[in-house]
């Protein structure tokens, strides 16, 4: 079946602009995860879904970070006034249930700040 | 917050030799550890986990165990081939969480027919 998909797979932006990143998890699945991956660094949760219940934004690093679950499906990532720092491949995941389970990725949007 | 440290960084080994990773984690909360690989410009994908009820987890080549006096969780590869080559993540679920991982750094494995 389908997994996990993003878009876009690439981003160039200018220092300042906002960016949008989207990702479509597999059908039925009731978790959704964003991480933000680094070069030589390992993957930094950003924010959870569990179906309908409040996300956990605990990751975000800043409020100009903010994400949405529409419909308990696509999320969308939000990086507002872009700055050199927020280089990194983002990286969606998603689970089929509430409990610890593999999770499965995307293939990642790689934003690049200019 | 949960600490997951990660060694070695980079490690290199002959085709058909064995490979091991270590970790270690700072909450003795966790019960839930995954390793992920992610070969060259791919997703990670989910190789092997173990839950703190068990010591020791296999799957044909590869295996986890598990030290929780110590807090310590090892993988280890046998007889690895040039597809073993990737990177490898483990991780842990922070404060018993039963959805937030942290992530180690990664450990870039090659292995050289």
């Known amino acids: 079946g389908a997994g996990v998909s993003q878009s876009p797979s690439n981003k160039v932006t200018e220092k300042g602009k906002d960016v949008e990143l989207r990702c479509d998890p597999i059908?039925?699945?009731?978790?959704l995860y964003w991480y933000r991956q680094s070069l030589g660094q390992g993957l930094e949760f950003l924010i959870y879904?569990?179906?309908?219940?409040?996300?956990?934004k605990s990751g975000l690093p800043s409020d100009r970070f903010s994400a949405e679950r529409t419909g308990g499906s696509v999320s969308t990532l939000t990086i507002q006034r872009t700055q050199q720092e927020d280089s990194a491949v983002y990286l969606c995941a998603s689970s089929p249930g509430r409990e610890l389970y593999e999770q499965y990725f995307g293939p990642g949007t790689r934003l690049t700040v200019t | 917050g949960e600490n997951v440290e990660q060694h070695p960084s980079t490690l290199s080994v002959q085709e058909g030799d064995s490979a091991v990773i270590k970790c270690t984690y700072s909450d003795s909360a966790s019960n839930y550890f995954p390793w992920y690989k992610q070969e060259l410009g791919k997703r990670p994908q989910l190789i092997i986990d173990?839950?703190?009820?068990?010591g020791e987890k296999k799957d044909q080549r590869i295996a986890v165990t598990l030290n929780k006096t110590a807090k310590h969780f090892s993988l280890h590869i046998t007889e690895t081939q040039p597809e073993d080559s990737a990177v490898y993540f483990c991780a842990a679920n922070s404060g018993g969480s039963n959805y937030k991982l942290t992530f180690g750094k990664g450990t870039l494995l090659t292995v050289n027919p």
């Open positions: 173990i839950r703190s009820n068990v």
């Open positions: 879904f569990q179906g309908n219940s409040a996300p956990d």
């Open positions: 059908s039925g699945h009731t978790a």
